[in-house]
């Protein structure tokens, strides 16, 4: 019978390796990756700037989900916060 705890010790190591192998991007991925964090930022910084004007939660997250639209997962840009 095999010895289940040197199986679990490497199951850790395993993941650890698929997980950085999985990683791994291209030069062109990572700046298409820095664009869209860039432009996800963009529409952060502009639904604050919305909230700060007082058009209200409702009118600025409508302006969020159509600044991220195909841009990040989620409806909230790849973030949300609690209220």
Known sequence: MKNPFATLALAPLLLV???TQAQ?????????????????AAAHEAAAKCLASGKGQ??????LQ?????LAIGKY???KHAH
Not at 30 to 39: K, L, M, S
Not at 58 to 63: I, R
Not at 66 to 70: I, L, P, Q, S, W
């Open 17 to 19: 390796a698929t997980l």
């Open 24 to 40: 791994t991007h291209s030069d062109k991925e990572t700046q298409a990756d820095i664009e869209r964090h860039r432009a996800m």
């Open 58 to 63: 409702d009118v600025c997250m409508k302006e």
């Open 66 to 70: 159509a600044a991220c639209k195909n």
């Open 77 to 79: 840009c790849g973030m």
